[in-house]
């Protein structure tokens, strides 16, 4: 049985909650994004649905990789190594704002692959307006990233909530300005929320600059760099531990963008109800996500205490929080899956669809839970090369491979459309967290063996 410690569950919970609030204010802002476009017209919210296909893969690539920066500085916390908190966050700073740079290269480029769409002229055009517009958003976004990264490290997760409020008080008006034309702006349309959403990262990074300056948690840490120089060793230390973590994003987002590219042509109803039960999905899955960011500061700051024992109890806490969210969440989900279903459309048929689908979601939150805690347990102390394998075997050959078998073909069963690819979802999720369970067991024993060899010396 795994051990629960009520201190290291009040820890936990007491660094979550504050990102959880700060997921689902982000969350909220591409929601008013969508909402305020589509009512300016239904071609500047499609327009919006599909830049974000270009646009969100970009982002999170680049917050996959600066996400490295979390566990290298509460590790520097943990140790109260204070002198290496100030170099490696100016160090992420260089890295952020290359990134951003060839990034932002990459978008001027975004034609290409939209003159491979069958689209509508217009629809094209506002696509690539916001995706122009959003590109120049890269740049403080880089710089928003690392900072939240730092303050996440030093346990200081209430920084990212407050400054996510920051975001949808800038988003709601900067959006009415640009979409509709106001206070003398031109009436942009679905693009104004590319604008809108670059100034959003601009307020956000200034708030974290100011917020970092008047903070006392950060107070320790205002040192001058050990140097202002790019260090190419510590350039890679960030690079090869967040390039996993980077690809890990990049395999989960893209699984379920494709997922609507090969059932497309099973009708609009399918479609709709794989997008309900998708996007439910996502917003419960910020619950186990923010105790796993949560993990990942914890751990990070326990492996830099070398406290093995509170480490080993923090891990066994965490996953066992997870797993009594998801039988609350599963609960949830089984009672209320019509009414869940109605809050995105009145179609009876896709109503009833996604009702089903739904069933299938709540029976991965199992799954989902333990593999998001152990993946970031792992991150923690700074072991993100066997994840990196682990979710592209199960995301892709396994989840999306059986999914492809059991939803497109008759080879098992009759083709179950978008059940099937849900079967395969859980399938593959389940494999991620047996052996993500497996790796993270593996690495507390050799952790706790070198401990022991060390003290008998």
């Known amino acids: 049985m795994l051990p629960f410690s009520r201190f290291e569950a009040r820890t936990i919970l007491k660094l979550s909650g504050p990102i959880v609030l700060a997921q689902l204010t982000q969350t909220l802002m591409y929601f008013v994004d969508t909402v305020m476009a589509g009512r300016y017209s239904a071609m500047d919210m499609a327009a919006i649905a599909v830049a974000s296909g270009l646009w969100l893969p970009v982002v999170l690539t680049m917050q996959g990789l600066l996400l490295a920066l979390t566990p290298i500085i509460a590790q520097f916390f943990g140790s109260k190594q204070t002198q290496h908190v100030s170099h490696f966050t100016l160090q992420g700073l260089y890295l952020g704002l290359l990134l951003a740079g060839v990034l932002f290269v990459v978008m001027l480029f975004a034609d290409i692959p939209l003159a491979k769409l069958n689209m509508e002229p217009a629809l094209r055009d506002t696509t690539l307006q916001y995706l122009y517009y959003v590109s120049f958003g890269l740049f403080p976004a880089a710089g928003y990233m690392v900072m939240r990264n730092l303050f996440e490290g030093l346990g200081n997760t209430k920084a990212s909530m407050w400054i996510a409020f920051v975001g949808i008080l800038v988003n ?160 949830f989900t089984l009672l209320f899956r019509h009414q869940v279903a109605t809050l995105y459309t009145t179609d009876a048929a896709v109503v009833a669809l996604a009702s089903s689908l739904l069933i299938l979601a709540a029976i991965y939150q199992f799954s989902d839970a333990v593999q998001v805690v152990a993946a970031c347990a792992l991150r923690g102390m700074k072991i993100t090369k066997p994840v990196f394998f682990i979710t592209l075997i199960s995301y892709w050959p396994i989840g999306f491979g059986l999914g492809a078998v059991l939803g497109l073909t008759d080879w098992v069963v009759e083709p179950m459309g978008a059940h099937g690819f849900w079967i395969g979802i859980i399938v593959g999720l389940t494999v991620a967290a047996l052996a993500l369970a497996v790796v993270l067991r593996k690495q507390l024993n050799r952790m706790e063996h070198e401990h022991l060899q060390v003290a008998a010396n």
Request: charge should be positive.
């Open 172 to 331: 709601i008006p900067a959006n009415y300005v640009f979409i509709y034309g106001k206070l003398g702006m031109p009436a942009l349309g679905g693009a104004g929320c590319g604008i809108a959403t670059s100034l959003v990262f601009v307020a956000m990074f200034i708030a974290m600059l100011v917020y970092g300056w008047c903070s006392r948690s950060t107070r320790p840490y205002r040192q001058w760099p050990k140097t202002l120089w790019l260090s190419l060793q510590d350039q890679w230390q960030i690079i090869r531990i967040g390039t996993p973590i980077a690809c890990s994003i990049f395999f989960e987002v893209t699984l379920f963008a494709c997922i609507p590219l090969v059932i497309v042509h099973l009708g609009p109803i399918m479609v709709a109800g794989h997008q309900i039960a998708h996007n439910y999905s996502a917003i419960v899955f910020m619950l186990p996500l923010s105790l796993g960011l949560a993990a990942t500061i914890r751990v990070g700051h326990l492996v830099g205490e070398n406290n093995i024992q509170a480490l080993k109890k923090s891990i066994s806490t965490v996953i066992i929080l997870s797993m009594v969210m998801s039988i609350a969440t599963v609960i």
